[in-house]
Structures are given as structure tokens and as C-alpha cells.
């Protein structure tokens, strides 16, 4: 079982940044797939960003160039760095790792933009 916790998430006006960090219960190295998914009220959740164990990391097209996430050394946490934030970018935003086709949740946390 592993368990993800989320933070990081706040007010922030548009154009600012967020900085979202998810850290693991165990490594993250044995997870196949670590991402990122969001999801506004009303709407389904969806895919942010994901970043397998190997390859390279895929973002959805509505936040390529402004999102970036990332992992630390440790391989203990991964982080969503989130610049040029849009009203429409707010969200509770998900940490997700699948292992062996079981996916584990963080409880999320909540982004939002306004002035």
C-alpha cells in the first residue's frame, strides 16, 4: 500500500505560481507511473501530467510550457511547479502512482486562481 500526501496548494492570482508536492510513503522508484491529475467542479478528473520510471514525461496540452514536474533525488516525492496560472487552472489537483495496475491517491489539494 502505498501512501501519497499532497501540499502546496493555495490562492494565487492569476499569472502568479504554485509549487505542489507529493511525497511517497516508500520510493517511488517501484512505482511504475507517477502523475499529476486535476479535477474542477463539475467536471471529470483528468491528466496533468505523468512521468513514468522510464521514458519521458508527458503534460496535457493545456498546460505544456507552463507546468513542470519533477522528482528529488531521492526519489521519495515528486513535485508539480506551476507558472503563468490561469483562472481555468483551478482545481483539486491529485498525486497518482500505479504499480502493477493498482493506483494509489493522495487526498488532494486545492488551486485556486483569482484576483
Not at 502546496?8 to 509549487?19: A, F
Amino acid at each position: 500500500q502505498v501512501q501519497l500526501v499532497e501540499s502546496g496548494g493555495g490562492l494565487v492570482q492569476p499569472g502568479g505560481s504554485l509549487r505542489l508536492s507529493c511525497v511517497a510513503s516508500e520510493s517511488i522508484f517501484s512505482i511504475n507511473v507517477m502523475a499529476w491529475y486535476r479535477q474542477a467542479p463539475g467536471k471529470p478528473r483528468e491528466m496533468v501530467a505523468r512521468m513514468p520510471r522510464f521514458g519521458s514525461r508527458i503534460y496535457a496540452d493545456f498546460v505544456k510550457g507552463r507546468f513542470t514536474m519533477s522528482t528529488d533525488v531521492a526519489r521519495t516525492a515528486v513535485y508539480l511547479q506551476m507558472n503563468s496560472l490561469k483562472p481555468e487552472d483551478t482545481a483539486v489537483y491529485y498525486c497518482n502512482g500505479e504499480r502493477n495496475g493498482t493506483n494509489y491517491w493522495g487526498q488532494g489539494t486545492q488551486v485556486t486562481v483569482s484576483s
